[in-house]
């Protein structure tokens, strides 16, 4: 059983690798052509092609799914179509220990899906991201930089500048009571956050309103203890799909925190984890329709299977995330309705092979 186990796993995983670099090399492509139209400032087409070559570890993770569904037809297709499969069956293994058998592959895909999505694909694509955007602009990271709103208990600040160097520019800050009342409006020409995690606020100038009148306070420096610290402000600066499901897991925290809504990035978490648990049940979906209809079929008449339940099962992905963000559903129960569809498609595969 060892033998053979490891037989089908380096088959699968030959075959997925294939698929994959296939794949990356046609996304690749169509990555590297969506920058050329944006060529400007100091992002030429070495950029262009940099940028591409960064974005492929995110994209490897978005399109293993459907690799190894593709690569485990092609695979155990071909298993089949040399009758070894036949022969495994006639030495006694069962249907169940098959799906055993191609599971662990699956497992192992899902480790290696899970370690890409999370230490790999989101920080090559944060760090693309920011070169382009330097690039385009002519800028180093220390200029460059977008307006943020950040509320922060019953404060809200208005960011002028946020940079990966946190060097703010000038902050607005707006001070609310327990019941919504405006207390304090200030501002400061410069901001910034310190190491030791404090803010620190250049000319201050701060106009406190009391029952009985107003009082103005000025400053040349100010040190702020904001419960906003530097990672949740790093976090502001990524996408969604740049982010780790730590970052993710952190902002939704402190979203959360402050009443705010956290839906499209629970979206986001949820998806990756779907998408990600996805990958041990393509195998067995794949051995369902060699032992099923496709026993005899040719290898394009797999891949044509593969590629259509592979885009049936991403469109259901992408469309239901997106309706979950506009009709605010529940993130963990959209996200993992295209997994359950495929779950309960592989099992009722698996009931009709004899």
Do not use: C
């Given at each position: 059983?060892?033998i053979?186990?490891?037989?089908l796993?380096?088959?699968i995983?030959?075959?997925?690798l294939?698929v994959?670099?296939a794949?990356l ?7 590297f052509i969506?920058?050329?139209?944006n ?5 030429g ?8 070559a960064?974005?492929?570890p995110?994209?490897a ?5 459907i ?6 037809l ?12 036949v022969?495994m069956?006639t ?9 055993g ?5 699956g497992?192992?895909?899902m480790?290696i899906?899970?370690?890409?999505g ?8 944060y760090y693309?991201?920011n070169m ?5 602009l002519?800028q180093d990271s220390?200029e ?5 709103w950040v509320?922060d208990?019953?404060?809200i600040?208005?960011?002028?500048r946020?940079?990966?160097?946190f060097?703010?520019?000038r902050?607005y800050?707006?001070?609310?009571d327990?019941?919504?009342h405006l ?9 910034g ?9 250049e000319?201050y100038?701060?106009t406190?309103?009391r ?5 103005v306070v000025q ?11 530097g ?12 982010l780790?499901?730590?970052g993710l897991l952190s902002?939704?925290?402190?979203l959360r925190?402050n009443e705010l809504s ?8 949820w998806?990756r ?13 794949a051995?369902a329709f ?12 797999r891949l044509?299977v ?8 991403f469109?259901?992905?992408?469309t239901?995330?997106n309706?979950?963000?506009?009709f605010?559903?529940?993130p963990?129960l959209?996200?993992?309705?295209p997994?359950?569809?495929?779950m309960l ?5 698996l009931?009709?092979?004899?």
């Amino acid at each position: 059983m060892d033998i053979l186990s490891t037989y089908l796993m380096r088959s699968i995983l030959l075959s997925t690798l294939l698929v994959l670099l296939a794949l990356l090399a046609l996304a690749g492509l169509f990555e590297f052509i969506g920058q050329v139209d944006n060529l400007e400032g100091d992002f030429g087409t070495m950029e262009a092609l940099l940028y591409a070559a960064l974005r492929l570890p995110q994209l490897a993770f978005e399109m293993l799914p459907i690799a190894v569904l593709i690569g485990s037809l092609l695979a155990l297709g071909g298993l089949a179509s040399h009758s070894e499969l036949v022969v495994m069956r006639t030495a006694g293994i069962s249907v169940a220990k098959f799906a055993g058998m191609v599971a662990v592959t699956g497992f192992v895909l899902m480790v290696i899906t899970a370690l890409i999505g999370e230490y790999i694909g989101p920080p090559l694509d944060y760090y693309a991201r920011n070169m382009r955007d330097e690039a385009r602009l002519e800028q180093d990271s220390q200029e460059l930089g977008n307006s943020a709103w950040v509320k922060d208990g019953n404060m809200i600040l208005h960011l002028e500048r946020i940079n990966a160097d946190f060097e703010f520019g000038r902050v607005y800050i707006f001070q609310f009571d327990d019941t919504d009342h405006l207390q304090l409006v200030a501002r400061a020409e410069n901001s910034g956050i310190a190491d030791s995690d404090q803010w620190v606020l250049e000319n201050y100038r701060a106009t406190r309103f009391r029952d009985g009148g107003v009082e103005v306070v000025q400053s040349s420096l100010e040190v702020e203890d904001f419960t906003v610290d530097g990672d949740v402000l790093g976090i502001t600066l990524v996408k969604p799909v740049s982010l780790s499901a730590r970052g993710l897991l952190s902002y939704i925290r402190y979203l959360r925190s402050n009443e705010l809504s956290a839906v499209r990035y629970e979206m986001e978490l949820w998806s990756r984890v779907s998408s990600t648990a996805t990958v041990v049940i393509m195998p067995i979906l794949a051995l369902a329709f060699v032992f099923g209809s496709l026993r005899s079929a040719r290898a394009g008449a797999r891949l044509m299977v593969g590629v259509l339940v592979g885009l049936a099962y991403f469109l259901a992905s992408e469309t239901l995330a997106n309706s979950g963000q506009v009709f605010d559903l529940n993130p963990a129960l959209v996200t993992w309705l295209p997994t359950f569809a495929l779950m309960l498609i592989t099992l009722f595969a698996l009931s009709r092979v004899r």
